[in-house]
């Protein structure tokens, strides 16, 4: 007989005042043991905002996240998830708007908050369902809780939990504000301000009218001020110039 694996994913906003719809409570019944099954795959980047370092997948509002499951156990048999708050209302209240598409082979149970999307010695082992951030989504952070149960190949309940986070960011960047140009022997550094989901890029030319800009360092944003620095600073002049995308 096929073990039955089941997984929920549940969002909630950091900020908002929803109640979450909690669904069904895998652990709750699948405690006899604690085992990995299941790891997060294709996020960006990491952070602690109190809860922990968790997992980090930013995207920008009006695109869509590839929120990936790699399954990492071999228990076989068939595993089901659970996606809550994530219908075509939006998510936990009208305000705010995030919708998925589940993978096509997924077989829709339970109105469409239930799948099945095993067995893994048939199904691939790395499954997606895809996140939209619509256009009037609230900038925030958005808690997401998994769970993950079944049954180990001696029939002992099994369950596992992780958390992450979605961060919605602005679709287009700010115009990067540059201060403290200064250059010291052979390096030049400024600062600029930056914000999560974008990368920096501080350019060079030699000549104003050279037709294209040599690269010199790069950082990714996080919300704090950022140094980038040429280390190869050894011309008599060069422009500069922060890019960011």
């Not at 790891?39 to 695109?63: E, S």
């Not at 000549?207 to 050894?234: C, E, I, R, S």
Request: proline share 4%; with cysteine.
């Amino acid at each position: 007989m096929l073990a039955i694996v089941g997984a929920l994913v549940l969002l909630t906003a950091r900020n908002a005042n929803a109640t979450p719809d909690l669904g069904s409570d895998c652990a709750g019944c699948h405690n006899n043991a604690t085992k990995n099954g299941m790891a997060l795959t294709n996020f960006q980047t990491t952070i602690n905002l109190g809860a922990g370092l968790l997992k980090v997948f930013q995207v920008r509002l009006g695109t869509t996240a590839a929120i990936q499951f790699n399954v990492t156990n071999a228990y076989g048999g068939n595993y089901g998830l659970t996606i809550n708050n994530l219908g075509s209302g939006g998510f936990s209240n009208s305000t705010h708007h995030l919708v998925y598409t589940p993978d096509a082979t997924w077989t829709s149970r339970s109105s469409g908050t239930y799948f099945t999307i095993g067995p893994t010695g048939t199904s691939p082992d790395l499954w997606t369902f895809n996140l939209l951030v619509k256009t009037n989504t609230p900038l925030d952070f958005y808690a997401v809780q998994t769970q993950m149960a079944g049954f180990d190949s001696g029939a002992l309940l099994w369950s596992q939990q992780e958390s992450f986070y979605v961060q919605v960011t602005a679709a287009t960047a700010p115009a990067p504000l540059i201060v403290a140009p200064r250059r010291t022997g052979n390096s030049f550094s400024v600062q600029v301000a930056t914000s999560s989901g974008f990368t920096y890029y501080l350019e060079y030319k030699n000549a104003f009218a050279a037709a294209n800009w040599n690269p010199a360092a790069q950082t990714a944003g996080d919300g704090t001020v950022k140094t980038l620095v040429d280390t190869t600073a050894t011309d008599v002049q060069r422009f500069y110039r922060v890019r960011v995308q």
